[in-house]
T-cell receptor, first 117, second 115 residues
């Protein structure tokens, strides 16, 4: 079974600085996908970035980048130039790959990010 | 208009009552999911459906049932609600693109309280 571990219950960062949110995963499947979602205080889930296990380059989406270290089974989210609106809960998730079972996400416990002015 | 909608958005009910949470989507996706979110536990998969005729149990299906009435509609029922089912419930949809790049699109959530 797949597992996601987010070891940082809470993180603080100064506005305009970069921050890294940690995510490690465990899977026996060679093919998998890693996702990051943002959940602001309003509650909705917002997709941020995706990394496939066979992707050669780290994924980037605007201020978000994914530091993918396959050998270490880590997929850390890097947010550059933090903004006050980045304050939210962040979830790492793995696509529960396995034959035709792609599409079942397993989520980590989440990290609450607080951006200070 | 929102692509994935959930009704109701908030619900308070009593122990033993039957309750249905509804999800509708206009994205044309075949795949739909129900998750619950508890503080400190992230989201956990309750049921999922890869097409109208395909229903599967997720990680925590006990005490829940689902119905896929159409491609666009997926309902979650609590047959006899209990207090530990108090949680935030999310519906999600995804397309099947092959491989693992199947981003899921979430509804706004239903906050359920069982007294």
């Amino acid at each position: 079974a797949q597992k996601i571990t987010q070891t940082q219950p809470g993180m603080f960062v100064q506005e305009k600085e970069a921050v890294t949110l940690d995510c490690t995963y465990d899977t026996s499947d060679p093919s998998y996908g890693l996702f990051w979602y943002k959940q602001p205080s309003s509650g909705e889930m917002i997709f941020l970035i995706y990394q496939g296990s066979y992707d050669q380059q780290n994924a980037t989406e605007g201020r978000y980048s994914l530091n993918f270290q396959k050998a270490r089974k880590s997929a850390n989210l890097v947010i550059s130039a933090s903004q006050l609106g980045d304050s939210a809960m962040y979830f790492c998730a793995i696509d529960n790959a396995g034959g035709t079972s792609y599409g079942k996400l397993t989520f980590g416990q989440g990290t609450i990010l607080t951006v200070h002015p | 208009d929102a692509d994935v909608t959930q009704t109701p958005r908030n619900r308070i009910t009593k122990t033993g009552k039957r309750i249905m949470l509804e999800c509708s989507q206009t994205k044309g996706h075949d795949r739909m999911y129900w998750y619950r979110q508890d503080p400190g536990l992230g989201l956990r998969l309750i049921y999922y459906s890869f097409d109208v005729k395909d229903i599967n149990k997720g990680e925590i299906s006990d005490g829940y049932s689902v119905s896929r009435q159409a491609q666009a509609k997926f309902s979650l029922s609590l047959e006899s609600a209990i207090p530990n089912q108090t949680a935030l419930y999310f519906c999600a949809t995804s397309d099947f693109l092959g491989g693992t790049s199947n981003e899921q699109f979430f509804g706004p959530g239903t906050r359920l309280t069982v007294l």
